[in-house]
């Protein structure tokens, strides 16, 4: 046996620090604004997130400690492996050398434990006793409930309520995790009892699931609880770093000195920035890498949305954040990759667009589910939905290089597993999986109400 | 960081050998009966199973080489992590070191692909195209589909109608792998149309599943089809070896010349036999460890059952095999261990019990939920309701070495996650969960059907 399939670290090897990216952006990250449109201090987010989290994310700093008490948590299920695709090449002839960054190792199934872990320690660190957050299909909840096991903190789950009562074993999850998770709107908030008031029979909204999880955070009289969220700010982004910093002492390790092309899938950014950011670092250097964004063509944020001042959220609780944007009104198609439904992008991803350091493909969902079923069958693991977009985009790569003649290096991340969502691989081989078409006009609509907005630089 | 939480081997340290108990057995393992209580010759194996297995099914041989073609996939996740229960040990106050060798990791998420893989490379090796399986709740069925799709086999799976009605993902499991999965009793079959005839509605059984997997493999025309079997056969517990084979290996690298006390849960054997039987060789050689094989209360064929000659299946189309047994015809209670629910016991395992090379423990499932919620907020990991058996023996035993002041290391099979079995730990979270009686009469009336049989030495 001279091939190897797995590249290991050990835990000595885990890397020490977390890369941010906001030095070495080409031209200066816009602020986030407030009421006014004046830029948010530090001090206006001190009711929603604990100091030393807002210190990371308005931080300048480009390689922040991870402290050890973090460190020693994530080995249970980090480094991860990086792993050669040898049987998926194999089945597409290609010259190209595929590898993957195997994030469903985590005991939440995918890469989100890599943030959760990280917040709920220094909300602890910060005499935080309760977290609350929202999840949609409920990876995050998931992830954030397993963080607070094991950091020993109270996590309160807004849980979208069609997939509160869609997805019963996401939340099966965050029980056992000793998660409280409710189906959003709730009657414990304000927010929560006025859409209830008006629409009864709602199915929820994740702005709406947005807007209890802020609210439940900053009544609460003790002062003890914060609010947490799983991608698009800067802080989250840092802390995914540790999956590209690994990727490039694991390609070190076979003698590789830069991959030719790096992939991930992008909803709110956070997985694409982990494994993309350290080697944008490279890129801004010198190094010859082309970075590639994979989204729902349904969704198309990075392909098709202006570069603007938005809101996070349905909302509009969130301050404005310069990003892609296809506007906070934006209702993307239910499409399976339910982690890829987002209407903007982390203001780092976009800011990395904005600056050429990166480009972006959209996909529709069903070349998507070729690619998982395919991966399944050669590399044995069943993709999460959102990950079948980085694999469709691989697989676009490795055949492009095989028409090339080319042995390019690709790699990508494998963001997590789809042993939750096997509905949507049941849909594509019953042929019940519909495409949906770039809603254009819709979108066009909705920009229109953002006239008026602030202009990022 | 100066402690380790994951001892990892690298892919050349991957075991190149299988173990084989039965060479080390202290009395000679009794042979299966066939018809008339005549010994089964290999011949009369043959329509069944290809003859490289036969082979090895009645090998005297100690070490079987693993050919370099099956390990080049088990290492898609191969060698598995063994783990130091820091988290765990912390939480219970015990001065024992507890171990556990995850066998989560695999694609299909449990142990079972090892023997998968490597039964459907032997099987393709002998020029078979098909192979045919039954499956209660689905793991061994996701795990054939899985080996399968990667070796280039056919797979078909019965499965039990109640379990396919109820845990559709699974089903979705097998057929994202490419096998075909149906509800038995079928129409496909003598055996299924039958029973439909006389019982239109019948939840179906793993009896008649087997029936029908038997059935469909030998009446094959083209003679291209064989059956396969995931627990009980010698070889399937000579392909788990690797398991225990490997956990030596790690135990070493931390300077740990042998365990104290290895446990695990054992519902046909092969998880246990896995990751036990080559620390039975040391203490057939002289070390002094404990053996411990954990089973439901419910049904307690170590603790409870005569050493006896019985069928392996309830309709008794297996040969007569040497075990401890609750009779063939016993049904379990509806616990959620699955996996556990088998009135029989593989004959090496039953063998090692005789010959006084292991012992037993039986575990209500309110108390196997309970450490597996332990476990789960400490480790990290959820784990399979049959895992949480080992798990609460191995919680035993920490306390134990808790009273007596003893630094054991106690180590255990984590044979699988329990991210497809939710529903047992909502049941235990909301009080809706019973513990079942010994059914003690229902075995003697069971058992009493057997009178005439032949018996083992």
């Known amino acids: 046996m001279t091939r190897l399939k797995k590249i290991l670290l050990?835990?000595?090897e885990m890397p020490r620090q977390w890369y941010n990216l906001t030095p070495d952006l080409l031209s200066p990250l816009n602020p986030p604004l407030g009421p006014g449109g004046k830029p948010i201090t530090p001090e206006m987010l001190a009711p929603v997130f604990p100091m030393n989290l807002i210190e990371q994310e308005v931080s300048q700093q480009r390689w922040i400690d991870?402290?050890?008490?973090i460190r020693n948590i994530l080995v249970q299920w980090r480094p991860s492996p990086l792993i050669r695709a040898y049987e998926l090449e194999e089945a597409l002839g290609t010259p190209a050398k595929i590898y993957y960054k195997n994030e469903s190792v985590s005991p939440a199934g995918s890469h989100k434990?890599?943030?959760?872990i990280a917040q709920a320690w220094y909300n602890k660190q910060f005499g935080i006793k309760r977290l609350t957050t929202e999840t949609g299909a409920g990876q995050w909840g998931a992830a954030l409930s397993y963080a607070g096991a094991l950091i020993g903190l109270e996590v309160k789950v807004f849980m979208v309520r069609v997939s509160f009562d869609q997805k019963p074993?996401?939340?099966l999850m965050m029980q056992t995790w000793g998660g409280?998770?409710?189906?959003?709107?709730?009657?414990?908030?304000q927010a929560g009892r006025n859409i209830l008031e008006k629409y009864p029979d709602t199915p929820g909204s994740l702005g709406i699931a947005i807007s209890e999880a802020i609210e439940a955070a900053v009544t609460d009289p003790t002062g003890q609880t914060r609010y947490s969220l799983g991608s698009v700010l800067n802080h989250?982004?840092?802390h995914q770093t540790i999956i590209g910093l690994e990727a490039k002492k694991q390609l070190a390790k076979v003698g590789i000195k830069k991959p030719d092309v790096v992939i991930g899938c992008c909803g709110g950014g956070s997985n694409f920035a982990g494994l993309a950011f350290p080697f944008i670092y490279d890129k801004v250097n010198g190094a010859d890498i082309q970075i590639i964004g994979a989204e729902p063509f349904s969704c198309p944020t990075l392909t098709k949305a202006p570069f603007i001042y938005d809101h996070g959220d349905v909302a509009e609780m969130t301050p404005l954040l310069p990003m892609y944007s296809l506007g906070h009104n934006f209702i993307p198609a239910p499409i399976h990759a339910g982690g890829l439904r987002y209407h903007g992008m982390a203001p780092l991803v976009s800011a990395a667009l904005k600056d050429g350091l990166m480009e972006a493909q959209a996909i529709h969902q069903s070349e998507c589910f070729e690619a998982g079923l395919l991966f399944s069958k050669t590399e044995g693991i069943i993709p999460a939905p959102e990950t079948t977009h980085a694999i469709a985009s691989a697989i676009r790569e490795a055949r492009k290089a095989k028409e090339e003649g080319k042995e390019k290096v690709i790699l990508f991340n494998f963001s997590g597993h789809g042993l939750m969502d096997l509905v949507g691989y049941d849909k594509y081989m019953t042929g019940q999986l519909s495409d949906y078409e770039?809603?254009?006009s819709e979108i066009a609509s909705n920009l229109e109400k953002l006239k008026g907005y602030p202009l990022p630089r």
């Open 180 to 189: 409280t998770c409710i189906a959003s709107p709730s009657t414990e908030t």
């Open 438 to 440: 770039y809603p254009e």
């Open 10 to 12: 050990d835990e000595s």
């Open 113 to 116: 434990p890599n943030t959760a």
């Open 236 to 238: 989250v982004m840092l």
């Open 66 to 69: 991870i402290p050890e008490e």
């Open 169 to 171: 074993f996401r939340k």
